[in-house]
């Protein structure tokens, strides 16, 4: 109803959380979709540089991420986020999100040197997670890219 008669939908409470991020927190698909619709900020940073997005990814919540990337949220808007989310999903083995990632983020370096002096296979392998290591093979992930964890492979360690 408020919303109706032009409420702000970018409202944030005492603690910095925006609506749309309370209601990705909270898991309200309903509440979420009449924000949206009303304009709310998909890319709004929280204090501590997380967005609704980075809120959703967090619960594994695979719908929510859908509604607010068609609404053009984006991955890499606060610089906490930068890469975050990729590197996440390969130590977490998210195979879902990792797809959905990849899906809606063409810019990608799949073989970017990024935590801990690794790319995205060396974390998915580091942490037995194969299907994400062959589908970044399949990406054209490329095993020779030098690291400290490709070094400490290759001194037998």
């Known amino acids: 109803m408020l919303l109706k008669k032009d409420a702000n939908p970018n409202v944030i409470n005492e603690t910095g959380e925006s609506l749309l991020i309370m209601s990705c927190k909270q898991k309200h698909v309903e509440m979420l979709d009449l924000l949206l619709q009303h304009n709310a900020d ?18 594994g919540n695979i719908d929510i991420m859908r509604r607010l990337l068609n609404y053009h949220a984006h991955w890499n808007v606060c610089i906490h986020e930068r890469d975050f989310f990729l590197h996440r999903a390969c130590v977490k083995g998210q195979y879902d999100i990792m797809n959905i990632i990849l899906e809606y983020n063409t810019e990608i370096d799949i073989n970017k040197v990024i935590f801990n002096d690794e790319t995205l296979l060396h974390t998915s392998l580091k942490h037995s997670h194969l299907e994400i290591g062959k589908q970044l093979l399949q990406l054209g992930a490329d095993i020779n890219v030098n690291s400290s964890f490709h070094q400490v492979c290759l001194n037998g360690h």
């Not at 890319?43 to 501590?48: I, Q």
């Open 42 to 59: 998909v890319n709004y940073c929280h204090y501590m540089g997380e967005t609704a997005l980075y809120f959703a990814f967090e619960i």
